[in-house]
């Protein structure tokens, strides 16, 4: 282990002064002040301008959490299912399920389990907000290390058995570095899912009680719910600073990072030019050298940790323990279950009547920003998909652009239509669509920029372009991807849904009809428990038959008969 | 062609094409070592350009023929492939002008390279041109690059991490 | 009679109720390298893989060095024709895998890595990611990664197949003289290869298969004196009698 020797030392540069001083900064605000939680009611938030900071340190601690514990999830259950047939029956449909439900859906349990379980106490509090925001983030995140462990190609994993590779070092060296680019991908939009149900977080409410904590999140909608406008856009220009600030400290490096762990075999120079930040880093040896140092360890780490784990799973005398967590579990859900039938076979209450009808006018507005969405994001990916670099230039812009939680725009986009006069149902229908576009978009431009180059050098060479281009080489060669965007913008929509349907907008409240707004009202109006558990049971077995029925039968027919196979 | 720029070869097949003309003592026809190595003659040329560039071969009207040092590196062993090899990479323009900038720092910037080779070449090709240079240059032993920084650094100096 | 590193007695696989390889039985001598062709489908891989201990045999038995063979073979290492590095690797941290695999400090094992990529040739390529290589380097790595683990008996698996002619013909005349180096301590190999003239090239006794189901023909003893040229006329009655026994 090398010393922190004086040599080093003097390397040490300006900038890693900077850095030090910078962090300790941080950390020196993040604890100056105690967090304190209070019921709506009373006098609220203190909302002067100057608290900003400290809130988006307090929001982004949150998110740290919560990602900590959806990486961890994520890893453990994506493990579980790619290793064991047993695990992979019994996570891959609940991930499913567990991702239908709305965010909304998981506020009973946050309230149950978290803050009455800790008396209401800030601990209670915080712990269920994080529990929020990790509820956002970790389904998908799991699934995306299933897939990665079960895609690492067969001689790869032949040639790791033949070298003997277990426990740590196959974590260290196969295992995570495979996870890597789609865990990469995936965490920066879990983080721009969560950043778009931050308010949602951190203002939680079921019927007349409710708890506010510090935070951008509950700011900006503290502000908007008392009509100080001016101070919502301070809060929102706060959110996007710090989303903006994200982006380039880390997103874009570990982007560029994780390029180094895909499997193409193209040449050394096609590496894309290392972002600033690395720039800086290198005028920064000691930071650097330090990072490297605390991610290796941290990769070792998660190395040791996931290792003891599966190898402690194959010990004998972990099954009777194993066993009586699963009693355990089956136990909480048989219990969970006898509720939620307990609760569906009372008497429905009056309100239960309108389920179908708005659960069929949601889908229609769902239909309707889903053909949006396509019409602008097929031909902007078609556009970007003829030259290798036009995606590298555009993907930042419709990152940060992505990540800015449209929810605070949303009473501003409901006033805008009201004064125009226009259907409430248009602001709905836009609301909805930023819940679903940037999936969609996502998903078509990592597709235009996977077809290979000589497809597009034919492409040029036959002079195809337009419309043409369009049908011949650009939508089945994003086919699979298009159907996976749209799997998950529903998936989006359906939870945006809830936010769009119903908006609260200087003290009054726009909604038209939905399954949304009956969610909505059930949730923060009335605390009306069978109503709430009625409608995300609909909104589930709706989401799902969908998938059974739509979504996967396409990608399935889609994936088999478009592919660029070498 | 411009005797500052590299050939698209590797070593790996340059190596295999010298050991090829070996084969058959005195001139003889490229067509025909293009047919025994069932290799097109656009795969071909690189490789050949290359010969001729370090003196291993002599080319002239659709014939070749290995020279005197051309028939050493066909007999010679890996060691000494590579000595005559770096004998006549170092005076190379681009590998000489990395070699120069690392006398002076220890690490020089892919970009710094670039940039040397901007006002003759193309981008694409500089790119192209780099890489042939980290591959030749790696195997003279001349030098080593980092792709993770994308520099070239002085041979053993490289990963310290 | 050399002791043989690894022998075969009646080894039959079964796949699903289809047999891929039916009382396969031949020993591998210590020194000697072994080839196994055939036309696709004979199994040849699929024994590879059993001789390694990848998959178990359904029937016969396997022994390695005199003992029965459960699990993987203590003795043998592969080498792929996919070269299989891992991408996120440098060279010699791929060579290193084994003893990283085994525990060895990293001083040490790099130092190994270092030399094998050596007499591999490729020294100055220590510090390149398989992206950075060309197919033949790669294939070096694949070899020195195997070779770093000490095996009696190199199994190598069509290991030139995804190479270019002039790359393949280096490599196996750096595959011939690997096996006499003093550097290395492997001295045996079985190449799985469907080209005969490289069978007929590279090795001492050949075992041509048939298909449907898998099974050995005969085995022949090459007895051309090294070192052989390609395509020379005397090999050719080898080949001759190889195709022969193969259709």
């Known amino acids: 282990m090398r010393a922190w020797s004086a040599a080093r030392l003097r390397r040490a540069s300006a900038l890693d002064g900077l850095a030090v001083v910078a962090v300790a900064l941080v950390v020196l605000v993040v604890f100056l002040d105690e967090p304190h939680v209070l019921p709506r009611t009373s006098e609220t938030l203190n909302l002067w301008p100057a608290m900003l900071p400290l809130y988006a340190a307090y929001s982004l601690l949150r998110m740290l959490g919560a990602y900590a514990l959806s990486l961890g999830f994520a890893l453990g259950a994506g493990y579980w299912a790619s290793a064991s047939p047993t695990g992979r029956r019994l996570i891959l449909p609940a991930l499913d399920v567990l991702q239908a439900v709305p965010i909304l859906g998981f506020f009973p349990a946050a309230i149950f389990f978290f803050i009455r379980l800790f008396h209401g106490s800030p601990l209670g509090v915080e712990a269920a907000a994080v529990f929020l925001i990790f509820t956002s983030q970790a389904w998908n995140m799991a699934f995306s290390v299933y897939e990665s462990l079960t895609t690492i190609p067969e001689d790869l994993r032949t040639a790791a058995q033949v070298s003997r590779l277990s426990g740590v070092v196959r974590w260290r060296r196969l295992l995570l570095p495979a996870c890597v680019p789609r865990l990469v991908y995936n965490s920066m939009l879990s ?3 969560g950043w778009y149900f931050l308010i949602a977080s951190e203002i939680i409410a079921v019927g007349r009680k409710s708890w506010v904590l510090p935070g951008l999140g509950s700011y900006i909608g503290e502000s908007i719910t008392l009509g100080r406008h001016g101070l919502a856009a301070a809060g929102l220009a706060s959110l996007v600073a710090v989303i903006v600030l994200l982006d380039l400290l880390v997103w874009s490096p570990l982007e560029w990072w994780s390029g180094r762990f895909r499997y193409e075999t193209s040449a050394a120079g096609e590496m894309t030019a290392p972002p600033l930040v690395r720039a800086l880093l290198r005028r920064a040896p000691l930071v650097r050298g330090g990072l490297a140092r605390g991610g290796r360890r941290v990769g070792e780490l998660v190395g040791r940790v996931a290792a003891a784990l599966s190898h402690a799973l194959s010990h004998q005398w972990i099954r009777p323990l194993l066993a009586l967590g699963a009693a355990g579990g089956l136990a909480a859900l048989v ?46 990916a078609c556009w970007v998909s003829r030259s290798a670099r ?32 226009l259907d409430l149902n248009v602001s709905a229908v836009a609301l909805v669509l930023t819940g679903m576009q940037w999936y969609l978009l996502f998903n078509l431009v990592a597709a235009a920029q996977a077809i290979p180059e000589d497809v597009r050098e034919l492409a040029r060479a036959t002079g195809a372009s337009g419309f043409f281009y369009l049908r011949r080489f650009f939508l089945p060669a994003a086919l699979p991807s298009l159907i996976t965007g749209s799997l998950t913008a529903w998936g989006g929509g359906w939870n945006a849904l809830v936010l769009s349907e119903s908006v609260t907008a200087a003290g009054r409240t726009w909604s038209v009809k939905g399954i949304g707004t009956l969610l909505d009202e059930a949730t923060y109006v009335k605390g009306d428990l069978q109503m709430i558990t009625l409608v995300i049971v609909s909104m589930v077995a709706a989401v799902l038959l969908l998938n059974r029925a739509v979504w996967r039968p396409l990608y399935a027919w889609a994936s088999v008969r478009y592919r660029f196979d070498a | 062609m411009k005797p500052a720029l590299l050939p698209h070869a590797t070593v790996g097949r340059l190596l295999g094409l010298i050991d090829a003309m070996a084969e058959t003592p005195g001139p003889d026809d490229l067509y025909r070592l293009a047919e025994r190595l069932r290799l097109p003659l656009d795969a071909l040329h690189p490789l050949v350009q290359a010969a001729r560039l370090l003196g291993w071969a002599r080319v002239e009207r659709g014939d070749y023929d290995l020279t005197e040092e051309g028939r050493q590196v066909a007999e010679a062993g890996v060691a000494q492939r590579k000595t005559l090899f770096r004998k006549q990479v170092r005076g190379l323009p681009l590998v000489a002008s990395i070699l120069r900038a690392l006398a002076a720092e220890a690490s020089v910037s892919r970009e710094t390279v670039l940039e040397g080779l901007r006002p003759q070449v193309a981008p694409p090709e500089a790119e192209r041109q780099v890489n042939t240079a980290v591959d030749w240059g790696r195997w003279a032993e001349l030098f080593d690059y980092d792709a993770d920084d994308a520099c070239f650094l002085r041979v053993g100096e490289a990963g310290r991490e | 009679m050399p002791e043989p590193l690894v022998s075969l007695v009646g080894v039959g696989k079964r796949y699903e109720g289809a047999e891929v390889l039916h009382e396969v039985s031949f020993d591998v001598l210590p020194g000697e390298t072994l ?50 590095l891992l991408p996120w690797l440098k060279a010699a941290e791929n060579v290193a895998l084994p003893l990283e695999a085994r525990g060895v400090p990293a001083v040490e094992r790099l130092r190994k890595a270092e030399r094998l990529l050596d007499v591999m040739g490729l020294r100055g390529h220590a510090r390149a990611y398989p992206r950075e290589l060309s197919g033949g380097m790669r294939q070096r790595v694949g070899v020195a990664r195997a070779l770093c683990q000490d095996p009696r008996v190199l199994l190598l698996d069509e290991p030139f197949s995804a190479l270019d002619v002039l790359t393949a013909q280096t490599l196996r005349d750096q595959v011939v003289d690997l096996l006499r180096d003093p550097a290395v301590s492997t001295r045996t190999a079985v190449l799985v290869t469907h080209s005969v003239e490289e069978a007929v090239y590279m090795a001492d006794r050949v075992v041509a298969m048939r298909s449907n189901p898998g099974r050995v023909a005969d085995v022949v003893t090459i007895d051309a004196p090294r070192p052989r040229r390609w395509g020379a006329p005397e090999l050719v009655p080898f080949v001759d009698r190889l195709y022969a026994l193969m259709t």
């Open chain 1, 191 to 193: 983080w721009a899912g």
């Open chain 3, 35 to 84: 080839a196994l062709v055939g036309p696709s489908g004979c199994g040849k891989s699929t024994l590879l893989r059993i001789i390694a201990g990848l998959i178990p045999a359904s029937s016969g038995e396997v022994r390695s060095e005199g003992y029965l063979l459960t699990g993987l073979n203590p003795a043998t290492a592969l080498v792929f024709q996919s070269f299989a």
């Open chain 1, 335 to 380: 219990y969970g279950a006898v509720q939620t039938v307990d609760v569906l076979l009372r008497p429905p209450p009056p309100e239960a009547a309108q389920i179908p009808v708005a659960l069929l006018l949601s889908f229609l507005r769902l239909l309707l920003a889903y053909a949006i969405s396509l019409a602008w994001t097929i031909p902007l």
């Open chain 1, 390 to 421: 036009r995606a590298g230039r555009l993907m930042p812009v419709v990152q940060v652009l992505a990540s800015v939680p449209a929810t605070a725009f949303f009473p501003v986009l409901v006033a805008l239509v009201l004064w125009l006069r």
